[in-house]
T-cell receptor, first 117, second 109 residues
Framework: GAVVSQHPSRVICKSGTSVKIECRSL??????MFWYRQFPKQSLMLMAT?????????EQGVEKDKFLINHASLTLSTLTVTSAHPEDSSFYIC?????????????FGPGTRLTVL | GQNIDQPTEMTATEGAIVQINCTYQ??????LFWYQQHAGEAPTFLSY??LDGLEEKGRFSSFLSRSKGYSYLLLKELQMKDSASYLC??????????WGAGTKLIIKP
């Protein structure tokens, strides 16, 4: 199946700093990428949907100025958590869909565990 | 509102069979997914149902009844490595994935 990578897998940062997470589709072109956040023992929460070359669509309650998403190419999307605070500590997961409008299957990255001190 | 219900936790014995149920109420329906998620890892795709009936894939089967808003994931010949959370997710009319909270499956020897 299609492979999606994320980097870094774990990051610890100080409060107030910014953290960038990369999501790459390794063997296919991802027209659409999704960013999720998962708190312990809770389900995945969709944060935003990004299409290559256009602005991301954020879910209600997600601050777009705090969680900057860039989908610059068909194989790379980045999520930048700006001015991170301890409450932003979470497991961030990206997924990618291969074709525009093809939502039948999303391929997930391995996730990034963010800890903000 | 949109709602997906599945049991929080289930326990089963190695070698046995377990059925994990999922009921949903969503605005529209474009398919139902089951994902497996091991602790600290991202979900992995198990199955996709959009028509009523049973889809069998090795030790795992998934069933859907659209009229009842109901699905189940059936796991046979349970192995210790099947200990994980199983997430039910529905694709709504806007092609948004609505996620259940997941069922933690504990396998005992």
């Amino acid at each position: 199946g299609a492979v999606v990578s994320q980097h870094p897998s774990r990051v610890i940062c100080k409060s107030g700093t910014s953290v960038k997470i990369e999501c790459r589709s390794l063997d296919f072109q991802a027209t659409t990428m999704f960013w999720y956040r998962q708190f312990p023992k809770q389900s995945l929460m969709l944060m935003a949907t990004s299409n290559e070359g256009s602005k991301a669509t954020y879910e209600q309650g997600v601050e777009k100025d705090k969680f900057l998403i860039n989908h610059a190419s068909l194989t790379l999307s980045t999520l930048t958590v700006t001015s991170a605070h301890p409450e932003d500590s979470s497991f961030y997961i990206c997924s990618a869909a291969e074709l525009a409008g093809d939502y039948n299957e999303q391929f997930f990255g391995p996730g990034t565990r963010l800890t903000v001190l | 509102g949109q709602n997906i219900d599945q049991p929080t936790e289930m326990t089963a014995t190695e070698g046995a069979i377990v059925q994990i149920n999922c009921t949903y109420q969503t605005s529209g329906f474009n398919g139902l997914f089951w994902y497996q998620q091991h602790a600290g890892e991202a979900p992995t795709f198990l199955s996709y149902n959009v028509l009523d009936g049973l889809e069998e894939k090795g030790r795992f089967s998934s069933f859907l009844s659209r009229s009842k808003g109901y699905s189940y994931l059936l796991l046979k010949e349970l192995q210790m490595k099947d200990s994980a959370s199983y997430l039910c997710a529905v694709l709504d009319s806007n092609y948004q994935l609505i996620w259940g909270a997941g069922t933690k499956l504990i396998i005992k020897p």
